[in-house]
């Protein structure tokens, strides 16, 4: 149990040390240009559990976003609130919230994205789920997939497949591998890590 205790702290902080660092109990004050409700996590088996990781996304998603907050729910119930920012502001201590920076990257043209649209993936399948009706959106598929790691393994999930048809349930697809991806009208796609 040590063994796989030490094994999974090994993998992350692997995955840890690539990622931007996360800037928990603090807000990153003004620049706002985008403010948005964050919907409540899904129980446990039925979807990803959304939280900061979504703002996170929509936040390296967007072009024009350099800075992100995210607003934890109230005690009680409700929903969290997502901040993008277009200026990165000092941080400040604050336990409403968690916040960070977005990677440094090639700024995309607007209304570019580095999904791949109307691509669809297949291979090793991890795990497949079904996205509610208020989750259904391509970047839940991916925070899913970055979360996704089989702790008997040490798999993680390296690629996705969002696929939504009219008139049916969208379907998250998480692999082990990173094939390539096929035309599919509806579909999106990308790979997490290379």
């Not at 079904?130 to 996704?148: F, G, P, R, S, T």
Request: glycine share 10%; aromatic share 12%.
């Amino acid at each position: 149990m040590r063994i796989l205790f030490f094994l999974a702290a090994w993998l992350l902080s692997g995955v840890a040390s690539a990622q931007v660092v996360i800037e928990d109990m603090s807000v990153r004050p003004g620049g706002d240009y985008r403010v948005f409700d964050i919907p409540p996590p899904a129980p446990p088996g039925h979807g990803p559990r959304v939280s900061w990781g979504a703002c996170r996304i929509e936040c390296n998603e967007d072009y024009r976003c350099r800075a992100w907050t995210y607003e934890y729910p109230p005690f009680g119930g409700g929903v969290g609130v997502c901040r993008l920012k277009e200026r990165v502001s000092a941080p400040a201590p604050d336990p409403c919230c968690v916040s960070g920076v977005k990677p440094t990257a090639p700024v995309l043209p607007s209304g570019e994205t580095y999904y791949e649209h109307d691509t669809a993936r297949d291979g090793d399948l991890m795990r497949d789920f079904v996205l509610q009706k208020y989750d259904q959106k391509a970047w839940m598929c991916e925070y899913a997939c970055l979360i996704e790691l089989d702790w008997l393994t040490g798999d993680r999930c390296r690629s996705w497949s969002f696929e939504q048809t009219p008139n049916k349930d969208a379907i998250c697809r998480l692999f082990r591998d990173e094939t390539g991806g096929f035309p599919k009208g509806g579909a999106v796609s990308h790979k997490i890590f290379p």
